[in-house]
């Protein structure tokens, strides 16, 4: 079955670009699109965006000015970029396979997730 | 921006209770709301899909219903591993989870 395996630094420093890759396994990245959610320690989920295996794209507003979403379906894999990071966007980054069924749009396969610590 | 809130934001039950979760959207959002499950350092679980499709593999007893603005997630017998995070999440204009309500053992 479809497995996501994020992969990336561990450790940002302020006002660098945070950057992680999600490899897709066991089926073609191709059909589907593909998200980033992140979770800060303690608290809930926050989506950061998505891209369809084609490169459009959908931002969360109060993320959009700094995040880069890009796909690489040779690759079978998608990654995303953060710029200007700060402590605050130290969490758990999530990838997941987003279905568009019907125009129902619900994540049903995700990573397991990396934690991204930002501090000098 | 669709906002979204849960209620309540924490629970205690008891093993074979019935437990109703609740989720409302700042505004109308049709059946785009998708029910997940998190447990402590796991990555969230889909367990319900617009508003009241049982995804695959995910127990009966788990339930989902409501349309427009307010929408609840139902477990009808609660089970020793539904103690969790449950969130809702909007997919009508780009997408907004709830902050989750927390289900613990009474």
């Known amino acids: 079955q479809v497995q996501l395996q994020e992969s990336g630094p561990g450790l940002v420093k302020p006002s660098e670009t945070l950057s992680l890759t999600c490899t897709v396994s066991?089926?073609?990245?191709?059909?589907?699109?593909w998200s980033w959610i992140r979770q800060p320690p303690g608290k809930g989920l926050e989506w950061i965006g998505y891209?369809?295996?084609?490169?459009?794209?959908n931002y969360n507003p109060s993320l959009k000015s700094r995040v880069t979403i890009s796909v690489d379906t040779s690759k079978n894999q998608f990654s995303l970029k953060l710029s200007s990071v700060t402590a605050a966007d130290t969490a758990v980054y999530y990838c997941?396979?987003?279905?568009?069924?019907?125009?129902?749009?619900?994540?049903?396969?995700w990573g397991k997730g990396t934690t991204v610590t930002v501090s000098s | 921006d669709i906002q979204m809130t849960q209620s309540p934001s924490s629970l205690s039950a008891s093993v074979g209770d019935r437990v109703t979760i609740t989720c409302r959207a700042s505004?109308?959002?049709?059946?785009?709301l998708n029910w997940y499950q998190q447990k402590p350092g796991k990555a969230p679980k889909l367990l319900i899909y617009?508003?009241?499709s049982l995804q695959s593999g995910v127990p009966s007893r788990f339930s989902g219903s409501g349309s427009g603005t307010d929408f609840t997630l139902t477990i009808s017998s609660l089970q020793p591993e539904d103690f969790a995070t449950y969130y809702c999440?909007?997919?009508?204009?780009?997408?907004?989870f709830g902050p989750g309500t927390k289900v613990d053992i009474k």
């Open positions: 997941a396979r987003t279905q568009p069924k019907d125009y129902y749009y619900y994540m049903d396969v």
């Open positions: 891209i369809y295996y084609s490169g459009s794209t």
């Open positions: 505004q109308s959002i049709s059946s785009y």
């Open positions: 617009a508003a009241s």
């Open positions: 999440q909007q997919s009508y204009s780009k997408s907004t």
């Open positions: 066991g089926g073609s990245i191709s059909s589907y699109y």
